[in-house]
């Protein structure tokens, strides 16, 4: 049966793989537009959303929400919108880059220290 699984598994992935590329390849849509915009905050989202998905599952269980699709709409929601809000904010304050790429930031504070002397 782990052959079987494989093959369904395979032909599930081909479907969606056409699906999105039949929905999303036309960059006049707005989807093509919301799927640039979050993978514009792909690091922020990656770097923080576990720490949000785990608060929220202890805060909706505190709350007696044990829905399973509540848990999980709420949690995709959350951990995608406060990473990118984080990140907004920290480039308004200048800090993005320090806390979010501090090689760069190190690097391009050297090169600007060394071509002013």
Same mark, same amino acid.
């Given at each position: 049966? *782990?052959?079987?699984?494989?093959?369904?598994?395979?032909?599930?992935?081909?479907?969606?793989?056409?699906?999105?590329?039949?929905?999303?390849?036309?960059?006049?849509?707005?989807?093509?537009?919301?799927?640039?915009? +979050?993978?514009?905050?792909?690091?922020?989202?990656?770097?923080?959303?576990?720490?949000?998905?785990?608060?929220?599952?202890?805060?909706?269980?505190?709350?007696?929400?044990?829905?399973?699709?509540?848990?999980?709409?709420?949690?995709?929601?959350?951990?995608?919108? +406060? *990473?990118?809000?984080?990140?907004?904010?920290?480039?308004?304050?200048?800090?993005?880059?320090?806390?979010?790429? *501090?090689?760069?930031?190190?690097?391009?504070?050297?090169?600007?220290?060394?071509?002013?002397?």
């Amino acid at each position: 049966m *782990p052959v079987c699984s494989f093959f369904i598994a395979f032909g599930i992935s081909l479907l969606l793989f056409w699906i999105f590329k039949k929905l999303f390849s036309n960059e006049k849509h707005i989807h093509v537009k919301f799927f640039s915009f +979050l993978g514009k905050y792909s690091l922020e989202i990656y770097v923080i959303h576990c720490v949000f998905t785990a608060g929220n599952r202890v805060v909706l269980t505190k709350l007696h929400i044990n829905n399973f699709a509540i848990n999980v709409i709420c949690n995709i929601v959350i951990s995608t919108a +406060l *990473p990118i809000l984080i990140s907004i904010i920290l480039k308004k304050i200048n800090l993005h880059q320090i806390v979010f790429k *501090p090689v760069t930031f190190i690097k391009e504070k050297t090169e600007r220290k060394i071509n002013n002397e």
